[in-house]
């Protein structure tokens, strides 16, 4: 039988996002294998065995080796992986951190993400988010686990231009938070007919 | 109407385009740059309406937001009540009617957009007055990220009403400069026409802003027409001026009566002669400026009357001017209609009112002083005090973070304010550690001029006989010194209470012009100082905030969020009729052509009950657990046991709160030693991870676990029914389906073209049943696998309605709607769930409470309608007649509630599942439920009616 076919919460979305100007773009990102991470002590040898040296900065994301490590919580990471099937990343994960009193949770379809790129995303962001997002407070490396809206999300800055975000929310929300981005950028979007 | 009350030249209006509109049905005109109050008093219009209790003709007695006059109605382009005609810019098509105090809501719906947006700074300055300006330059100079805002529609504040000069040139030359030099700073944020509303802690304020209003029908329509602000700044300078207030005398009410600085606003602002013949009545010399102004541009000003004994020191400049000055005399009342005519002015001694004449006006201007606007700071909870000197309430402290500057802290010369504004930056940069900038001139201000002192003067004597019945305190609310006499003479002291007796300050102005006057007439009253009086508490908003503009965007699509499955799209297609489960969308049922609900439920019961259904069950919320004492964890939360589940079982189990009431229940899967996956109720999701998180926390921190949801990391499909093996065999081959391998209540892992899936034997409708857990990126994929695979078995998707009647004919309850946290796991006949084993689990301890064993608790039980017609409506009392066949008198006992009933395919009746006390004792029993003014006789039943020996849940 054929290979099972993935489909995306946003997939009614994706013609709307392509119609914004790069000031205000929308992008959804890929499916990615995401494991939530729980460590209470964090040291070489839990770097070591997760190849990656878990941010212990409140409210910070670091490069891993193929994702990302965005701190959660003092002892809650999400663990990103663009290689690995969700089942693998966890079976890796869980294996490095078992024997260090941690657990690792398969999470890739809680949440999907969003790119938003351009010079008036901040704007956008600002209309539903409460937290400084200004680029001297907010550059890259930052996170936040926040509601934009009225929808919880883990947002991370990819730039220190402030131009540059991911959003990561809940599947259920997905369609809401659409909605309303693509509402929020509306006065950034629209052409007056003259 | 023509402009007969225009200047020849000035005012910032733009004299070229001319702007139509209508108030009361009347055609006018005005110009940009005008409010419909300039505008109509431009045409000679004072009136504006009649007052709400005595129906006085009232008019624009101030010229912004504390004009308690000039209420009025909008209607096009879109309806809205309630505003003022002194603070609504005049646009082209503006169709108004005064309004006696109370408007009308909109009938049609608000199409306009209105938003909000959150913004952090280091300086909020609110107010772009000269002190405002000055702040808001000094710390945009040292390159702080600031936010000016303003409530006008242009920067200049107090300039915009006069004719000060700085560096030797108009002032509002300067302002042009500094709004100028705020644009180049990046992180300068500059808003006119936005009102801070609201200073709360943390250094949160909320400003609104009117983006388009003023623009009329040509608003875009893609912009909000207001904007909420929610400004988080590090510090706070406020700097929103003072408003002038009146001095109470009798019938100080008449179109044509208004405060002498408005008169100036009119004049210099809008280019409007407020009046022909003027009397200017004052305790101060600001209003000399008002009589000097006015008598350049040609109006006739009769006298200035000066309550002062010695009167001013100004006196020498009117009296040159040709201008009468009457020191030591008061206006004690006035004559006119719809209009003053004549200012009755007496001489004024020791507070006793002399013999007085009347003197021709057609305008009266007031000036009793100046009340600082000091509402964010009060707001912010800074403490007051008096001062006798201005006769005004200043800021009587300092506040972290909050700092009052200009002339609301009672600074009353243009060069004062400046410097001051400036000193209170840089005093709020150091605070933040930000550095001024060398560069920080200031222009220069003419020398001030030391004023005579002012008199405080709240009211004078009534001399017409009236006792202050005419006397007006509130114009908006036509309460008078007689009521506030009336209040004190009826024992009353505290200002809030007296505030409340007379509703003084409780209309749209809230008390803007007649708050102070009400403390200082009250404390002459009782004879105490105005200090101990005080004042009534400032509360947000500071002036009127439309529900629209506080709902934002938040409204229509974005009011609440639809949370949706992965299969939302598949749903939609199918044509299900959705319910709403908490914030979930999930299909109710899935009517085919024809069919109604009862219909489609019958067609999809009888499918789970005699070939094999599936439901859409994702919503369900799913909790990883893991650790070594994950076990422990469960055990302490759970009233059964869970420690001797086995690795690849599946156990029902029932949490109860503290008080041993259940709050939630579900299904529990053993993934490993260390491992379980937790399924709670959709709704229960987020409360039992937070639940179960608090007592891992809190009580037991030496756990070694850790919850996580997963509720969106798999979805769950119920496929049910006798055939759901052949379906579940078909689909997944690698799994051996038979009995004696996946007994019930096991679970297996599988894959499906690689993908890991997930199966269960668990059910929730007493039929054979498998649960299909997959990674809902595939779904849609798996679904159809399923539906294709079930095809030949006329596999049927079902929704909650039939979810709800299967388990309702097993006597499963639902966490929430069988139960009200009140309900214990006995009381549903579950005391089986409750282990006598463990030493302790959360809840344990209330079973031994003697109210846990009155055997007469709400039981729940099963009802059978003896009619085999009637579907009982849910939440319906239950009753019982005597022995004797008679009801008992009203109030007739309950005996408990309906809480699930249905119409049931298999039963082929209606049933019904109650709460009933002692209902367990009563099965076989005949009670009544009244339905619709009649007694239907039912039959209590055990709860469970299909199947009660659990012969098909192996197929």
Known sequence: ??????????????????????????????????????????????????G?????????????????AVWLGPDEWLLSSTTEAPEELEARVRAAVLPLGGSATDVSAQRIGLRLTGARVRDVLAKGCSVDLHPRVFGRGSSAQTTLGQAGVVLLSLSDTGEDHVVLVRSSFAGYLADWLLDAALEFTHTPTR | MTSTSRTAEGGRIDRATTLEFTFDGQPFTGHPGDTLASALLASGRHQIATSIKLGRPRGVAAAWAEDPGSLVQIEEPFPEPMLLATTVELYDGLAAHGLPGQGRLAEVPDSARYDAVHHHVDLLVVGAGP???????????????????????????????????????????????????????????????????????DGFVLAL??????????????????????????????????????????????????????????????????????????????????????????????????????????????????IRVLPGAVVTGTQGVDRVTHALVAPFVDGEVGAGSAIACDLLLVSGGWNPAVHLFSQARGRLRYDEGLGAFLPGEELDGLSVTGSATGVSDLGGCLAHGQRVARAALAALAITPAGDDRLPAAPEAVVPTAPLVLWRVPDSSGAEGSTQFVDLQRDATVADIARAVGA????????????????????????????????????????????TTTFRPPYTPVAFAALAGRDRGRLFDPERVTALHEWHVAAGAVFEDVGQWKRPRYYPQPGEDMEAAVLRECAAARTGVGILDGSTLGKID???????VLLDRLYTNLISSLKVGSVRYGVMCGVDGMVIDDGTVLRLAEDRFLVLTTTGGAAKILDWMEEWVQTEWPDLRVHCTSVTEQWVTFPVVGPRSRDVIGAVFPDVDVSNEAFPFMTWRDTTLEGVPVRLARISFSGELAFEVYVNPWYAVAVWERLLEAGRPYGITPYGTETMHVLRAEKGYPIIGQDTDGTVTPQDLGMGWAVSKKKPDFVGKRSFARPANQDPLRKQLVGLLPTDRQTVLPEGSQIVEF?????????????????????????????????????????????????????????????????DPEGARRDG
């Open chain 1, 1 to 50: 039988m054929a290979e099972l076919l993935r489909t995306h919460p946003l997939e009614a979305w994706t013609t709307a996002f392509e119609r914004l100007p790069d000031t205000v773009g929308i992008a959804v990102e890929p499916f990615v294998a995401m494991a939530d991470v729980r460590l209470g002590t964090v040291d070489s040898e839990a770097g070591t065995r997760l």
């Open chain 1, 52 to 68: 990656v040296d878990l941010p212990t900065e409140a409210n910070t994301w670091v490069p891993a080796e193929a994702g990302r």
């Open chain 2, 131 to 201: 002190a405002g300006l000055a702040a808001a330059l000094t710390a945009a100079r040292a390159g702080a990220r600031v936010a000016v805002v303003d409530e006008q529609s242009e920067a200049g504040g107090s300039l915009l009403s006069g004719t000060e000069r700085l560096d030797g040139a108009p002032a509002l030359q300067w302002v042009a400069a500094a709004v100028a030099e705020l644009a180049e700073h990046p992180e300068v944020l500059h808003l006119q026409r936005t009102t801070a509303f609201g200073s709360y802690e």
């Open chain 2, 209 to 322: 802003e009117r983006r388009t209003d003023h623009l009329g029908a040509t608003a875009p329509k893609h912009l909000a027409r207001q904007r909420v602000w929610r400004f988080r700044a590090r510090s706070i300078v406020v700097a929103t001026g003072a408003h002038e207030r009146p001095v109470v005398f009798t019938d100080n009410d008449r179109p044509g009566i208004m405060l002498a600085g408005a008169a100036r606003t009119f004049l210099h602002r809008y280019g409007v002669l407020p009046g022909r013949e003027a009397v200017v009545f004052t305790t101060n010399d600001s209003a000399y400026d008002a009589a000097l102004d006015l008598h350049r541009v040609g109006v006739c000003v009769q006298a200035v009357v000066d309550a002062r004994p010695e009167g001013s020191a100004r006196r020498e400049e009117c009296e040159r001017a040709g």
């Open chain 2, 491 to 534: 024992g009353l002291r505290s200002i809030e209470h007296i505030k409340r007796y007379t509703t003084i300050g409780t209309a749209h102005d809230q008390g803007k012009t007649s708050g102070v006057l009400t403390s200082g007439i009250t404390a002459e009253l009782l004879g105490i100082p105005v200090q101990d009086t005080g």
């Open chain 2, 625 to 631: 657990v893991q650790g070594p004492d994950a076990a």
């Open chain 2, 882 to 946: 005597f022995p004797d066949g008679q009801l008992p008198p009203p109030p007739v006992p309950m005996l408990g509630h309906v809480t699930s009933s249905y119409r049931s395919a298999e039963l082929a009746r209606p049933f019904a599942l109650a709460l009933v006390k002692g209902g367990r004792e009563r099965i076989g029993d005949t009670v009544h439920v009244p339905v619709n003014g009649t007694l239907v006789p039912v039959e209590v039943t055990g709860s469970v009616l299909v």
